[in-house]
């Protein structure tokens, strides 16, 4: 039986979700592949994690035939063992016991096993699955490597992930009365909740404007995975897998939902027009722009290259194919200097440090809005424990540089903030924005001035060990690059609502919130779910002709993580009023960081998330009870 290339995505997809372990391409080239493979197991920062830290390499240039290399070692990468690539190609499993550097494989006496995986996948997929999963989960803490090779040449294309399943799409409508553009947080929470909702009103009025089904609402979004953003600072801490933040969309939807794989290049809102990516032109009776922010990375010289470089030290949460480094190059830097300071003969007992250089970890803040105000605070937080905890803090800077004016953007949760980052002797340098990475320095401009004026004495130049960058965000490219044509976005392409309604302020047919929109608030999950259900009920108004009464209040909720067991929830509303939800002192101080906060961000947010949310009955502080804006009348 040959394993042609519809197979071969279904083998490893079954293999990492039926393992929970997950594979991330690390490599731009289409001839290897590299994937990063962590236990979701592991809640709490340990060896174990670098330990098992995996590569996955496709060994071939798709010709005469297709390896699979799959290696558990306690390196993380294969220069450190100077083993040779080119020894790798067109192997089969008798070959590669012979090859040299790999002693320790004859010890292991695994090719019987081999050998039966690889009969069994070329005699039934779901045996070699099995097979293969038990030798996994049987074997996975030796030092062991082992190969899969297809019988016939295949070609196999560096994503591994399944296509989305678009649903109803052959039968494509040319009009749809409601079109929901973008299936992140806000679209898949809005879909299932408009669709609730509008049954509730409809058997409540007797209303048909209000029966709305299914066929009456299209998501159109073009990624096939969906990621629950806020686990990003735990992934980057060590504590989580970036497969605990990851589901299939098509998994997650509600039944008879409809879907189409396309993206958005085009609106026309005065002919109540979308042009699509594929080549589709649809027409709305309404539309929802949820379709989120877009990362910037040329925005910043070099930093995308650094990042896709595993031998920099340069790091970011804030991308799904990034984000699992952080770790990973956080781990191996503090074992560096570690290593320096044993040849130094310098330890935390020390007397006299002047002698001995101090490295610098840099955390930066861009001059553009960002997803969650406190992100960058977050990591750094977590970063300053697990440098205490290996006792290699007093030999390091800490130093959050931020082209704002202020550590956070409500006052109140700020000063709390800066007693914290002054706790940790955390430096802080206000008024600059990164703009270039050059080797092992940054470059950062001055923003009191002209972005233009480069004059030295406008520069700021830091060498650094390590860095953590908030990359510049901002609406879509097709939104950014036409907010002149036709007035739908700002100039950074958030679309302009209303910030009590959500509704348009020029199309009253288009409303918008969550990160897509330009609402005077801090972008979170938390805040989404304060605005989706004014969103629902002044659409569903808008579609009988009724007068708009709900109102967005500019909720926001901020959990800053501050160590590896604490957390700050930081609430608010617009003009920075506090909305704290879990406030009542004497008994209990919402404004100090707890050991509660933070179990709710590890395990209760993520479990209400992936559960209620997008199921669309979380309604954050309401917890289930959705907030009753407004009755319609008949």
Known sequence: MNINQEQQQQFFHEIYGSTNYFLKNLSSSSSSLNSSVNSSANSSVNSSFINNYSFFKTFSSFGSSSSFLLTFKNT??????????????????????????LQNLQKLNNFKI?????????????????LFSNFILNHLKLKHFFIIQAEEPTTLEPNLEPTLQNKNSENLPKKVKVIILGGGSAG??????????????????????????????????PNNFHFYQPLFTLIGGGIKSLQESKREISKILPKNSKIVKDECVKIDPLQNLIFTKNGNT????YLIIVTGMKIYFNEIKNLFENLKDFNSNVVTNYSEEFVSDTFVKLKRQVEFIKKEMSQQNVDNTSHNLSHFKKFNFLFTMPPTKIKCGGAPLKIQFLIDDYLRKEGVRDFINLEYITAGSTIFGNEYYAKILENIRKEKEINVIYNFALTEIDGDKAIFRNCKVDKDDCKADNLLVKKFDFIHVTPHLYGQEFLKNNYKENNLCDEEGFVKVDKYTLQHVNYKNIFSCGDASNLPTSKTVAAITR????????LLHTIIGKELHAKYDGYTSCPITTDYSKLLLAEFKYDGQLARTFHFPPFFNQDVPHRLFFVMKERIFPMSYWNLFLTGRWYGPSTLFRPNHAIIVK
């Open 188 to 221: 898949i929470n809005i879909y299932s909740q408009l669709l609730q909702q509008s049954k509730f009103l409809y058997k409540k009025t007797n209303n048909n404007l209000l029966n709305l089904d299914p066929s009456d609402i299209l998501i159109i979004e």
């Open 114 to 130: 081999l050998k039966n995986v690889q009969n069994s996948l070329q005699n039934g997929l779901q045996n070699g699955l099995q």
């Open 76 to 101: 993380t990468t294969f220069q450190q063992e100077n083993l040779n690539v080119d020894e790798f190609k067109n192997l089969n499993v008798q070959e590669f016991k012979n090859c040299k550097n």
């Open 282 to 285: 649809l027409q709305y009776d």
């Open 531 to 538: 605005q989706t259900p004014v969103l629902i009920d002044n």
